[in-house]
């Protein structure tokens, strides 16, 4: 019985396929990266070594080679590889796959099923692949460029293990680079600047890359081209960012943290990769506005409004002139004193208030409007502050039951230096009285 998802299609010539295609390694030891998941003593070259494979989930970008190994895993472990995209797929597809599956199997012949785009599955479709994973029917394998912990389902996770492919480094580009021209039989017409430049633009995809050097090499010159030169005939492969997706909780992580350390220059960076990846500028006008109470707080007390001014600025001008004033707000959030007190106040100051939530007001800050209430002792013994010495009476104003809550540290650093001073005066003249 033929399989509607097997890939044994008749081959085309060899000089008609993409030269991805035909530079697909025949084996993992021709893969080029991922020394992390394919080594020795890697999770997957121990598996291969026990003959244990189990089944597996790929995460990471786009053309660093998921599809590729699991085509030779199953070619490793002798088992039939059926590949079909989640994209393309529904539950019918999925249906005839696990048939197929079992007849293979009453035969003695093992599938391993590639799943492209895994994630886009339902959690009603993912929750199919599982009876069949345990009986030993299929071997999954997913792959996908979104976080696993956020879009594959627990049931199916607990039963693969997740394996991390990263982007090809300007080493192993250059080494398919190589092995380009080796197929091609002639170098690129380029450069070293420009060669360097090629690389750069691939952005760490490895089938990119070789879309690039198809193109180059069909160039007819006689002289090696220039960065410049390059840049005129190749556009730019175009940043991997999904505004939902991993990509953009990892640059704003980035963003976060770069303004946090006090980095304009790496705060800048990352702002600007948010940019051109297609992020709404709205959004980083509001997150910058949460960096600016949250990590700069009380310590400059005028962060915000710079932030509240530049989100009003960029309202006004629109794009691209408004993103200029967001910017000048990521700097000074950037170099402004640092300090999260009033964050981790408010914090500790939630978590008593849900712990001692029926917990009412000592009496005497309570008001007494009626003889009832008076006759209780609302108000009895409340003292007037403006009344006091030094304008302070020192009062408790916590729940009687209640041990005093301490929450707001103030940091030596910026305002927040003369709020310490205050808190520090306050606190002995309560002690004293």
Sequence with gaps: MADLFDTGAKA?????????????????????GQEQVLGP????????????LGSLIFWGPPGVGKTT???????????HFVQISAIFSGVQDLKKVFEAAKIRAANGQGTLLFVDE????????QDGFLPHMEDGTILLVGATTE?????????????SQVLVLERLDLADLERLAQRAEKELDKPLPLTPDARAA???????????LLNLIEQVSAWKTDEKLDPAALSKRLMRRAAQYDKSGDAHYNLISALHKSVRGSDPDASLYWFARMLTGGEDPRYLARR?????VEDIGLADTGAHRVCLDAWETYERLGSPEGELALAQAVIYLA??????????AYKGAMKAAKQTGSEPPPKHILNAPTSLMKDQGYGDGYAYDHDAEDGFSGQNYFPEDMKRGVYYLPVERGYERELKKRVDYFAKLRAKR
Aim: aromatic share 4%; proline share 7%.
């Design 118 to 125: 895994i994630h886009r599955f339902n959690k009603a479709q």
């Design 198 to 208: 090629l690389l750069e633009m691939a952005d760490g995809d490895g089938r990119a």
């Design 12 to 32: 085309e010539p060899a000089k008609m396929q993409p030269l991805a295609d035909r530079l697909r390694p025949k084996s993992l030891d021709e893969v080029i």
């Design 69 to 79: 190994i699991a085509r030779l895993l199953a070619g490793e472990s002798d088992l």
């Design 147 to 159: 976080n696993p912990s956020f879009e594959l389902n627990a049931a199916l996770l607990s039963r």
């Design 41 to 52: 003593d890697s999770p997957l070259g121990v598996m291969l070594a026990n003959n244990s």
């Design 288 to 292: 910058i506005t949460r960096m600016a």
């Design 335 to 344: 170099l402004a004193p640092k300090s999260n007190a009033a964050y981790v």
